[in-house]
């Protein structure tokens, strides 16, 4: 029997509040002797601990999230959408990642990097470490540089290196608190493309193919665009889709959409319904409109598309009541959604989420 279960998955086709629905939180692992544990921070100002240099600069990087220039009226005034939070975990010389890791598996975030990590020791686990949440129901990705190919929609590999910014060399590691703030900061309505680096003004220079050619591979990068150093388009690491996961799973926005509905559902649930209300068919109903109610706010929000749809778990409640011996065949349909079925709620969601305008093809006609 063990646990209780909670698992929500999501698959490309084949009111009560859901509270934090609309936020998104940054999580960095540094290695820093003088600051150790765990920290939280709602805004730079309130970091006063005595951290590294290196790490105070991380964090304040991580605080800035996605910059982007607003109309306001006649006037462009820059605006910085942030994390709703910054938590750091400082790993002192008597800690290790692995214990860290245990720490943080009962700690709620959406996006996590860690500047010193290499693919030697610390990559590995942190991709590992962001599986085995997914494995238990929390979704949330990690942001790492690398030279291995990951193939997933829950790791975002940066890969602009060497860039150099008057005395300072940044490589693609110390950029990754930045990524993971914007990533973070950015409202859902938006993706990341073109988010602007501002304490950045020149990159590597690339050509278009060999950006281009990064992309495809899974990889985000920088270009200068307009004057500024912006983010080239939000990719995530997936390249080779499967049966779970198609080539949405490619966008970090809607990767980002998908996750969230994922997050705030279980948080509603295991707030609300674990262990609290009695499994009656009335009560599944309840759930599945709770549920249709969030889901009709995110479509008026335009961040998922019309067509959507919550049901009971047609081909899910049947395989169960097989596995318990109920002649399944002698029900209707209608019966065979009332069926007692324990402690088990299988629900069915089916939806689109509405990516973010990126490619656009004008013609003018004079």
Not at 13 to 30: D, P, Q, Y
Not at 163 to 175: D, F, P
Not at 280 to 302: M, T, V
């Given at each position: 029997m063990g646990l209780t279960e909670l698992k929500i998955s999501f698959k490309e086709?084949?009111?009560?509040?859901?509270?934090?629905?609309?936020?998104?939180?940054?999580?960095?692992?540094?290695k820093d002797s003088t600051v150790k544990g765990?920290?939280?921070?709602?805004?730079?100002?309130?970091?006063?601990?005595?951290y590294k240099s290196d790490n105070l600069m991380y964090i304040e990087h991580a605080f800035k999230g996605n910059i982007q220039d607003v109309r306001v009226g006649g006037v462009l005034e820059e605006r910085a959408y942030t994390p709703s939070k910054v938590i750091v975990y400082s790993i002192g010389s008597d800690d290790t990642l692995d214990n860290a890791l245990e720490v943080l598996e009962n700690v709620e975030f959406n996006y996590m990097c860690m500047p010193d990590a290499t693919d030697e020791v610390e990559n590995p686990k942190l991709i590992a470490f962001i599986n085995k949440l997914k494995e238990i129901g929390h979704w949330a990705d990690v942001v790492i540089a690398t030279n291995n190919p990951s193939n997933s929609s829950s790791v975002i590999e940066f890969a602009?290196?060497?860039?150099?910014?008057?005395?300072?060399?940044?490589?693609?590691?110390?950029?990754?608190?930045?990524?993971v703030g914007a990533c973070a900061g950015t409202p859902f309505t938006q993706s990341i493309t073109y988010c602007n680096v501002p304490f950045i003004t020149n990159i590597p220079k690339k050509t278009n193919e060999e950006l281009n050619s990064l992309i495809n591979a899974g990889k985000l990068v920088l270009v200068k665009k307009g004057g500024k150093v912006r983010i080239a388009r939000g990719v995530t690491s997936l390249t080779g889709v499967d049966g779970n996961e198609g080539e949405t799973f490619k966008k970090i926005k809607l990767v980002r959409t998908y996750k969230m509905i994922n997050n705030a559902v279980k948080k509603s649930i295991t707030d609300f319904y674990v262990g609290k209300v009695s499994n009656?068919?009335?009560?599944?109903?309840?759930?599945?409109?709770?549920?249709?109610?969030?889901?009709?706010?995110?479509?008026?929000?335009?961040m998922i598309a019309n067509g959507f749809s919550v049901n009971i778990d047609m081909e899910a409640q049947k395989k169960y009541l097989?596995?318990?011996?109920?002649?399944?065949?002698?029900?209707?349909?209608?019966?065979?959604?009332?069926?007692?079925?324990?402690?088990?709620?299988?629900?069915?969601?089916?939806?689109?989420?509405?990516?973010?305008?990126?490619d656009f093809y004008i013609n003018i006609n004079v």
């Open positions: 086709e084949k009111r009560r509040a859901l509270e934090g629905a609309s936020t998104s939180v940054a999580l960095l692992i540094l765990l920290k939280e921070y709602v805004s730079f100002d309130q970091v006063t601990e005595k602009t290196d060497n860039i150099k910014e008057g005395s300072v060399t940044y490589t693609a590691n110390k950029l990754l608190p930045f990524i009656s068919y009335d009560n599944k109903c309840l759930l599945i409109s709770e549920i249709k109610g969030f889901l009709e706010d995110l479509n008026r929000s335009e097989i596995e318990k011996g109920v002649d399944v065949k002698s029900l209707s349909e209608q019966e065979l959604k009332e069926f007692n079925t324990g402690s088990k709620v299988f629900i069915v969601i089916t939806l689109k989420g509405v990516d973010a305008m990126e």
